[in-house]
């Protein structure tokens, strides 16, 4: 997603270390380096994500519910 931002403003990222900042998602650190491990976190996590790349939650998707596996 960050090279594709970059790439829509007309830069060409070279060095990864820095292309959250040149495709101007440097917000987006703090959540890709805190992810979390249960499934709370992660959610909590894709919908901060969604809200700063203005993305909508897919409608019918299951993507961001928690599936338990049959006893």
Do not use: C, F, Y
């Not at 790439?7 to 440097?26: C, D, P, T």
């Amino acid at each position: 997603m960050a090279h594709a931002h970059a790439a829509e403003q007309g830069i060409w990222v070279l060095n990864e270390k820095r292309l959250l900042q040149r495709a101007g998602l440097s917000q987006t650190e703090e959540i890709l380096a805190n992810i979390g491990k249960g499934p709370k976190e992660l959610m909590q996590a894709v919908g901060r994500m969604r809200q700063i790349l203005g993305l909508a939650r897919p409608e019918g998707m299951k993507a961001d519910e928690v599936v338990k596996p049959k006893a």
